[in-house]
């Protein structure tokens, strides 16, 4: 069961990262200050390509850690990047400021994780989602409660009786409904949704990506949203990135991606999915080693120290994103032999066992389904 819509290729462009990289300085010592040695930089962002359309939702998925929340923050400038570009509608904004920046985030909005911490609960609901309308000075006292009541609507929250109340009063659905009106009030076109629904009950978060995926058609929204819970991306989404250590490792539609995974990475996170074949235990699957830290970034592929198939290509050349069908990319020496033949004395990683995943689609569809069923 999926709520996916179909995307027209030739919709224009909302936001676009090109190359974009947030390193964050590390603190050094005294001793280290004094001899000048510089700390090192965690490269939370490190070369990523992402394009988003016009009623396109766009899944981000990947372990704790990877830069997923960064890369949301970054594109809504909540952070500077270091590098890279940022086009909205065709404009850089990646170092704009003062007037310019406001206006643009009047045009790019955030859904946060904890819809328990991301509300003031001194402020009534109504004044919750008027807020972003005073800091942007948008419309009389009359004018700005008319478009908070049309926000309530739209997340189909009554504002007679919940307009005046505290976020106190909500269940924790309804506080995310609240919070996304706060975001839609200000009728942005882009919308970075950082795990809106993991701290919800599995019967409100399809009600709640129903709602996101309603807003996407009708209102014309490009949403990025993250997510750790593969089950909810394939669910929502019509395309999928996966991110590991700074950089994307695969992308491509999302019945590409989640059923026909190529990257080694991606296959460990689609065999995490429990089996839902009654009287079946699957071995359970484990990635081995632990997430190297973007502060001593490894060279060569990033996942080398993690990999199954990993040789002495991968530990020491980077592979490149390469298209291997329709708008599907991966990072895998073993789908690119460019830097083999670039690297002949260094043994390649074969396919082997990596490229048996028809089993995939089956258990992805399983779990959905059991997922969202009711």
């Not at 462009?13 to 005294?30: C, W």
């Not at 955030?110 to 989602?129: A, C, H, K, M, W």
């Not at 008027?130 to 008319?146: D, N, Q, V």
């Not at 009063?169 to 995310?176: A, E, K, N």
């Amino acid at each position: 069961m999926s709520t996916r819509h179909a995307i027209d290729p030739s919709a224009p462009l909302v936001i676009e990262a090109q190359d974009l990289k947030t390193h964050f300085q590390g603190r050094s010592g005294i001793l280290s200050a004094l001899v000048g040695v510089k700390p090192p930089s965690a490269r939370a962002l490190d070369g990523v390509d992402l394009r988003i359309r016009e009623r396109e939702i766009v899944g981000l998925v990947g372990e704790s850690g990877c830069g997923k929340s960064t890369l949301g923050m970054t594109l809504v400038r909540m952070y500077q990047p270091t590098d890279g570009q940022i086009l909205y509608r065709g404009e850089d904004i990646t170092k704009v400021e003062g007037r310019r920046l406001k206006a643009y985030r009047h045009s790019a909005q955030i859904i946060f994780q904890d819809p328990y911490s991301s509300l003031n609960p001194r402020l009534t609901i109504g004044q919750v989602i008027e807020e972003p309308l005073i800091i942007h000075g948008i419309g009389t006292a009359a004018e700005r409660r008319e478009k908070v009541i049309r926000a309530l609507e739209l997340v189909r929250i009554p504002a007679e009786g919940n307009i005046d109340r505290y976020p106190s009063d909500l269940s924790g659905g309804q506080r995310q409904r609240v919070a996304i009106a706060r975001a839609l009030v200000l009728e942005p076109k882009f919308i970075v949704a950082d795990e809106p629904v993991s701290m919800l009950d599995v019967s409100i978060q399809a009600s709640v990506l129903e709602l996101l995926d309603e807003l996407s058609r009708e209102l014309g929204l490009a949403v990025l949203y993250i997510s750790h819970d593969i089950a909810t991306v394939g669910y929502i989404c019509n395309h999928v990135a996966v991110m590991y250590l700074g950089r994307i490792v695969e992308e491509g539609r999302s019945e590409d991606v989640l059923m026909r995974p190529l990257h080694p990475y991606t296959q460990r996170l689609m065999d995490a999915i429990p089996r839902m074949t009654p009287g079946e235990t699957p071995e359970r699957i484990e990635l081995r080693g632990d997430v190297p830290s973007p502060l001593a970034v490894p060279p060569g592929c990033r996942f080398s120290s993690r990999c199954p198939y990993a040789t002495a290509l991968c530990e020491a050349v980077e592979p490149a994103l390469s298209d291997q069908a329709e708008a599907h990319r991966v990072r895998c020496h073993i789908y690119d032999d460019r830097a083999a033949r670039a690297h002949p004395d260094l043994p390649a990683p074969r396919a082997g066992k990596i490229t048996e995943v028809a089993e995939t689609g089956a258990l992805v569809a399983a779990a959905e389904d059991a997922r969202w069923q009711s």
